[in-house]
């Protein structure tokens, strides 16, 4: 099979729009139904109500978690409530790959833990590769996915959207039969 993948030479939210038309192309041609998005302040997950609003798909925009409050980094209530009016799934928690009980350790004690090697693994083909992965085993976590059906996740670095790829979702504790299937955007 031939698929194209578009390689970015920027990071960040100038290749939003590309990112999520790639991905709906994608989605139609493998007739995938489930969308997750990686939304911070809701930008991106506004853009993405649009753009897949014809597929019938299950859109989860998952936000980063709560933890990130002094940062100032979430989404106001009233964006949330609009995205779920919509009809997008919208969902805060903790981090899959990261920022949880074994980070606070490592953080004052020193060491690495599973989720940060992972988390870095996945770093190394963009930010958005590791949030990408992250929400989708979020996504599967709070019962908001199937795991059984493909998915394409779209997430960036910073802020929008600058990857997209096709898993094949997991549990974190079935993390081990994740499948990242195609890559369908990254910066290059």
Request: charged share 25%; glycine share 8%.
């Amino acid at each position: 099979m031939d698929v194209n993948v578009k390689y970015f030479e920027t990071k960040g939210n100038v290749n939003t729009d590309e990112t999520l038309k790639v991905a709906k192309e994608r989605a139609k041609a493998l007739g995938i139904k489930q969308i997750v998005v990686a939304s911070t302040y809701g930008e991106t997950g506004k853009k993405a109500i649009e753009v897949f609003k014809d597929l019938g798909v299950n859109l989860v925009i998952v936000t980063i978690s709560s933890g990130f409050t002094k940062e100032g980094w979430i989404m106001p209530d009233n964006v949330r409530k609009e995205l779920e009016s919509k009809g997008a799934k919208v969902l805060t928690c903790i981090h899959a790959l990261g920022d949880d009980v074994s980070s606070a350790f490592s953080s004052k004690f020193g060491g690495h833990n599973p989720n940060q090697i992972v988390a870095e693994v996945l770093r190394r083909f963009s930010q958005g590769m590791k949030v990408a992965v992250e929400i989708v085993i979020m996504s599967a976590e709070a019962g908001l996915i199937d795991v059984n059906q493909e998915t394409i996740a779209i997430a960036g670095t910073d802020r929008g959207a600058d990857t997209a790829i096709v898993v094949k979702p997991s549990y974190a504790r079935d993390f081990l039969s994740f499948e990242i299937k195609e890559i369908l955007a990254k910066p290059r």
